[in-house]
């Protein structure tokens, strides 16, 4: 929220801003005990939503991107198979086409997984 809130007179002044909150599929579910965890990226999803609303008549443009389980330190000790996790150049590669995206197409939540989940 602090970076955010540096950036936007230069963000608003361009006319075309992007933000881009790395969140998680916690975010947006809760599978498991780690209330706090899930706490903060459902916080992050919600800043998300506020700057796209205050944003979007000044040409800024807020997306939440959401994943699941990444290949990362993070997830070592995940009880799932490592080589079945989402590879961090993959989410790099939808930053990097989100951030690029004219403001006529713009994505609020991207949501990624690498396994299919059953509705809560």
């Not at 006319?15 to 005990?33: E, F, H, P, Q, Y």
């Not at 916080?43 to 040409?59: D, H, I, N, P, S």
């Not at 403001?103 to 939540?109: F, K, L, P």
Request: charged share 20%; proline share 4%.
């Amino acid at each position: 929220m602090r970076v955010i809130r540096a950036a936007w007179p230069a963000l608003v002044a361009g006319g075309t801003g992007r933000v881009l909150n790395i969140a998680s599929l916690s975010g947006k579910r809760v599978r498991n005990d780690n209330t706090g965890y899930a706490m903060s990226k459902f916080a992050l999803m919600a800043l998300t939503q506020a700057v796209r609303r205050e944003g979007f008549a000044r040409g800024v443009r807020a997306t939440a991107l959401a994943p699941g389980f990444v290949a990362t330190d993070m997830t070592m000790a995940a009880d799932f198979d490592r080589g079945q996790m989402t590879a961090p150049e993959d989410l790099a590669e939808l930053a990097f086409t989100v951030l690029h995206l004219p403001n006529t197409a713009t994505i609020a939540e991207l949501l990624v997984n690498c396994r299919h989940e059953v509705p809560l």
